[in-house]
């Protein structure tokens, strides 16, 4: 028999799908981004600290500079000509649209004001030119003004290029589907909750892989919350903020008995299940006891590659699922997700 104690954390920055983080196959997302390679099998914690490098965390925006600017009327495009050579184009609606003035865009919230009703989809361009301090200044038929910053204009360049770059910046798409060949990556527990770079790279391994081990917490109740408060908030669920798993008289969950428990994924019938699960072991077991971790994201390549069909079904039809019971209050959930989605 073991006891641990559990969390579940939201995070959607972090979310890699709960099949990733947890452990089964059953429920597996496939829809976040390209594959990545293989995890190199000498990884160790150190040099994933290393690797982990604050890169993809921040991208110091560069100084842009605008060599020239026109609108080209019949392909109803503003075309932007950068110092260092190469071009950007923008369509008229999506400047007019994304207009950043003060009558367009509340500044406090960096959030739109401008009302669709508002929004002449067929405005045309009257002038555009680059002012004095290097921005885009565009006048609309009405006479509104637009002003756009030139970093802010590159950083939404529509070419391939760009916005694969920016989808990068944004949400760290580079990713390792890993089998039975991962060393887990690791963290040291004081580390993480003292250092913020080590805080990072936990949390961009925690990215990457869906799964970290920490090592150096004591052995005591609190330590999952601790951690969590460290980046973010504990979320609450039908079994409290955090809870004790261990052998219960009428145990309410099969995890609360001493019966072998095969892959699965928390939560299904929450219809926005924890993107990241906390689990510390209080007492490890003298016999057993092992944990078991799938990469759903690894599996379900697998699957479409192996048996489209399948994949096709799993991916399209909706399953009820549903929990009802009494622990931190009464429940009775219900909900209906793809097994893969
Ligand atoms: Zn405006």
Same mark, same amino acid.
């Given at each position: 028999?073991?006891?641990s104690?559990l969390?579940? =954390?939201? /995070?959607p @920055?972090?979310?890699?799908?709960t @099949?990733? &983080? ?8 496939c829809?976040? $981004?390209p594959? @990545?390679g293989r995890?190199p099998p000498s990884?160790t914690?150190?040099?994933?600290? $290393? +690797? ?7 991208h !110091?925006a560069s100084r842009?500079? &605008?060599r020239h @600017?026109r609108?080209?009327d ?10 260092d $050579?190469?071009?950007s ?7 007019r649209d994304?207009?950043?003035c003060?009558?367009?865009?509340l500044?406090?919230a +960096?959030?739109r ?6 929004l002449?989809?067929?405005?045309g ?6 002012t004095?301090?290097n921005?885009?200044?565009?006048v ?6 637009s &002003?756009?910053? !030139?970093?802010?204009?590159?950083? /939404? ?6 916005r #694969? ?7 760290l798409? %580079?990713?390792?589907y ?5 060393? *887990?990556?690791t963290a040291?527990f004081q ?7 080590a805080a990072l790279?936990w949390?961009l ?9 920490l090592?150096g917490?004591?052995a005591?109740?609190? +330590?999952?919350?601790?951690l969590?408060? /460290?980046?973010g908030?504990?979320?609450?669920? =039908? ?5 004790q798993v261990?052998?219960?008289y009428m ?10 428990l095969?892959?699965h994924t928390d939560y299904p019938a929450?219809n926005?299940?924890?993107g &990241?699960q906390?689990?510390?072991c209080?007492c !490890?077991?003298? %016999?057993g006891g092992?944990?078991q971790?799938v990469?759903g994201?690894h599996?379900? #390549? +697998?699957? #479409? /590659?192996e048996?489209p069909e399948?994949f096709? *079904?799993?991916?399209s ?7 009802v ?7 009775h959930?219900?909900?209906?997700h793809? *097994?893969?989605e």
């Open positions: 028999m073991w006891t104690t969390a579940r =954390f939201a /995070r @920055a972090l979310q890699r799908s @099949a990733a &983080v947890t452990c089964q196959v059953l429920k597996a997302c829809r976040s $981004g594959a @990545a995890l990884l914690s150190v040099q994933l600290r $290393g +690797q982990q490098s604050l890169v993809s965390a921040s !110091p842009q500079l &605008v @600017a609108a080209l019949q392909e109803r495009l503003v075309e932007v000509e950068w110092e $050579g190469g071009h184009s923008y369509p008229f609606t999506w400047l994304n207009c950043q003060p009558l367009c865009t500044q406090s +960096q959030a004001v401008l009302l669709m009703c508002d002449d989809i067929h405005a361009v009257d002038t555009v030119e680059v004095k301090d921005k885009v200044s565009i609309w038929p009405d006479q509104h003004t &002003v756009f910053d !030139p970093e802010w204009l590159k950083k /939404r360049c529509f070419s391939s290029a760009a #694969q770059s920016l989808q990068e910046e944004l949400f798409n %580079e990713r390792y890993w089998d039975s060949t991962l060393c *887990i990556p040291d580390q993480v909750l003292q250092d913020d770079n790279a949390l391994a925690m990215r990457r892989f869906g799964v970290v081990c090592k917490a004591p005591e109740q609190g +330590q999952v919350a601790r969590c408060e /460290r980046i908030f504990l979320r609450l669920t =039908f079994y409290g903020h955090t809870w261990q052998d219960k145990a309410n969950n099969l995890a609360y008995t001493s019966k072998k095969s892959v929450l926005f299940p924890p &990241v906390f689990i510390q209080l !490890p077991a003298v %016999e092992e944990s971790l990469d994201f599996v379900t #390549q +697998q699957l #479409q /590659r048996d399948a096709q *079904i799993l991916t039809l909706l399953v009820n699922f549903q929990d019971g009494r622990d931190y209050c009464d429940f959930l219900l909900s209906k793809c *097994i893969i």
